[in-house]
T-cell receptor, first 111, second 112 residues
Framework: GQQLNQSPQSMFIQEGEDVSMNCTSSSIFNTWLWYKQDPGEGPVLLIALYKAGELTSNGRLTAQFGITRKDSFLNISASIPSDVGIYFCAGLRNAGNMLTFGGGTRLMVKP | NAGVTQTPKFQVLKTGQSMTLQCAQDMNHNSMYWYRQDPGMGLRLIYYSASEGTTDKGEVPNGYNVSRLNKREFSLRLESAAPSQTSVYFC???????????FGEGSRLTVL
């Protein structure tokens, strides 16, 4: 079953606001990844994190690999309408294991 | 580059019918995957192929079979479709050691 818990499940925000979402697990993961799925499309990789405590940015997106290796956070600054979509976290325990995906956070942005 | 290409994009089946979803990638990846996406359930792994010539079950393999035809192509077959298999199916390819996957656009399957 699903082992990654994402929250919130959905968010409806005003354009220009900052967004925070997180992903938690009872197990340790050695790699954390964040994907975004636009409506009607497949998920696309946004950020990959390989080291506990790592903080990585990609434009307006910033993600952190939790120090306990059991969580990860994604922040989006100054949201715009094209940020709409579903954001998935994913964890990888070890090389050769399969990815585990969270249930997703659905983001809606009001212009 | 096309990346990961899936066909068909939409399909309606009657219960008991069979069909095959096709997937091809042009990124020379060793690993390929089939996921299904249902509302509120995220992405669940059906089958994967870590390298050409190997296939393994994922989280929800029942009712499905796969074939890794060559390094580029990985197909998913439903032998006797059931309404519970109504879903959006995604093929992906990538490097198994990094978790970095590239997804196709999805195939929306409805079983009546």
């Amino acid at each position: 079953g699903q082992q990654l818990n994402q929250s919130p499940q959905s968010m409806f925000i005003q354009e220009g606001e900052d967004v925070s979402m997180n992903c938690t697990s009872s197990s340790i993961f050695n790699t954390w990844l964040w994907y975004k799925q636009d409506p009607g499309e497949g998920p696309v990789l946004l950020i990959a994190l390989y080291k506990a405590g790592e903080l990585t940015s990609n434009g307006r997106l910033t993600a952190q690999f939790g120090i306990t290796r059991k969580d990860s956070f994604l922040n989006i600054s100054a949201s715009i309408p094209s940020d709409v979509g579903i954001y998935f976290c994913a964890g990888l325990r070890n090389a050769g294991n399969m990815l585990t995906f969270g249930g997703g956070t659905r983001l809606m942005v009001k212009p | 580059n096309a990346g990961v290409t899936q066909t068909p994009k939409f399909q309606v089946l009657k219960t008991g019918q069979s069909m095959t979803l096709q997937c091809a990638q042009d990124m020379n990846h060793n690993s390929m995957y089939w996921y299904r996406q249902d509302p509120g359930m995220g992405l669940r792994l059906i089958y994967y192929s870590a390298s050409e010539g190997t296939t393994d079950k994922g989280e929800v393999p029942n009712g499905y079979n796969v074939s890794r035809l060559n390094k580029r192509e990985f197909s998913l077959r439903l032998e006797s479709a059931a309404p519970s298999q109504t879903s959006v199916y995604f093929c992906a390819s990538g490097r198994v050691n990094t978790g970095e996957l590239f997804f196709g656009e999805g195939s929306r399957l409805t079983v009546l």
